[in-house]
């Protein structure tokens, strides 16, 4: 842990933090800003209410690693890796304004808190109007004191445009010119999903790289969850598969967008996230051009885990 770490330009403690989840409000964030994690993001909130899916809400699933397929099986277990089925849920803004404002007061020095925020699209909106719910989402956002703000443009358990503004670079620079225009002081992060297409990968960063200061990745993989019954769960839609299972895809992803950086020298940052959970991965992730790296499910499972990492000293 020794030497000094800089995090979209803030000094923090450590490049260790909690992906976008698990923290669901100021009493979690606190809890694992006292566990050895200095990068923290509050979950995903909204400019409006919105309910939760219905249960189940995680499901553990029977797929250990390899090419992302189409659907997994049902695991009675936990095994490290579960569909995710959550559907991005928000408390209303005046709640969650108030607690990332009585939470960022508490956090001390060497911590950075993140706020993740998505548009709740409408069946008749244009790109204009998506941006501009993003926008207020964020400017309330670094109002309530954020240190920084990320912006979800993937969900794989969403098929509506806020969940897959990442493949349409085009929309996504859209966003985030008018995100960068309402929070110009403020760290703007881009949550993205899978791209395994290296033309994909370049067109976004293309699109994305003057307005945001680093792509947070992976968001999890798409597939769908069958029960041994033959059943499809989920009303045979797909969900977000996270946890170990997709390790691989995630450090493959950051190879492919590090070079693509390198090789067109686009100013951006990279985040590393997705079945991460030892310091080996810490490491891996640095060495594919990372500056921070996110945990979720391995930290659900074993909240010691950020203590854990900084005893090796990765």
């Known amino acids: 842990m020794d030497g000094e770490w800089v995090y979209c330009g803030v000094p923090v403690d450590s490049p260790l933090g909690i992906a976008a989840g698990p923290l669901l409000n100021g009493?979690?964030?606190?809890?694992y800003a006292a566990l050895g994690f200095d990068i923290l993001t509050y979950k995903t909130v909204r400019s409006r209410e919105r309910a939760s899916y219905g249960l189940p809400n995680l499901q553990p699933i029977d797929w250990e690693s390899g090419p992302v397929p189409a659907e997994v099986g049902v695991a009675g277990e936990m095994r490290g890796s579960w569909a995710v089925s959550f559907g991005m849920p928000s408390k209303p803004p005046r709640f969650w304004q108030d607690d990332?404002?009585?939470?960022?007061?508490?956090?001390?020095?060497?911590k950075f808190l993140s706020v993740s925020v998505v548009a709740t699209a409408e069946d008749d909106w244009s790109i204009d109007d998506l941006a501009a719910d993003y926008a207020q989402c964020a400017r309330w956002a670094a109002e309530s004191g954020a240190d920084?703000?990320?912006?979800?443009?993937?969900?794989?358990?969403?098929?509506?445009?806020?969940?897959?503004?990442?493949?349409?670079?085009?929309?996504?620079?859209?966003?985030?010119?008018?995100?960068?225009?309402?929070?110009?002081?403020t760290p703007?992060?881009?949550?993205?999903?899978?791209?395994?297409?290296?033309?994909?990968?370049?067109?976004?960063?293309?699109?994305?790289?003057?307005?945001?200061?680093?792509?947070?990745?992976?968001?999890?993989?798409?597939?769908?969850?069958?029960?041994?019954?033959?059943?499809?769960?989920?009303?045979?839609?797909?969900?977000?598969?996270?946890?170990?299972?997709?390790?691989?895809?995630?450090?493959?992803?950051?190879?492919?967008?590090?070079?693509?950086?390198?090789?067109?020298?686009?100013?951006?940052?990279?985040?590393?996230?997705?079945?991460?959970?030892?310091?080996?991965?810490?490491?891996?992730?640095?060495?594919?051009?990372c500056e921070a790296v996110q945990f979720a499910t391995a930290a659900m499972v074993n909240p010691g885990l950020g203590l854990a990492i900084r005893r090796e000293r990765f």
């Open 27 to 31: 009493k979690w964030l606190l809890y």
């Open 188 to 289: 703007l992060l881009l949550k993205v999903g899978h791209i395994a297409n290296r033309e994909t990968a370049h067109a976004l960063l293309e699109a994305v790289a003057p307005f945001a200061d680093a792509l947070v990745m992976v968001n999890g993989v798409s597939a769908r969850v069958r029960q041994p019954s033959g059943e499809l769960l989920f009303d045979r839609q797909c969900r977000g598969i996270a946890g170990e299972a997709i390790r691989e895809t995630v450090l493959g992803q950051l190879a492919l967008f590090d070079g693509v950086i390198c090789e067109f020298g686009f100013d951006a940052r990279l985040v590393g996230v997705g079945g991460l959970g030892q310091a080996a991965d810490v490491r891996a992730c640095l060495d594919r051009g």
């Open 100 to 110: 990332v404002a009585a939470t960022r007061s508490c956090l001390a020095k060497g």
């Open 148 to 185: 920084g703000v990320e912006a979800n443009f993937s969900c794989p358990n969403v098929s509506s445009a806020d969940g897959q503004l990442f493949l349409n670079p085009t929309d996504a620079g859209i966003v985030a010119a008018k995100l960068r225009e309402v929070i110009p002081n």
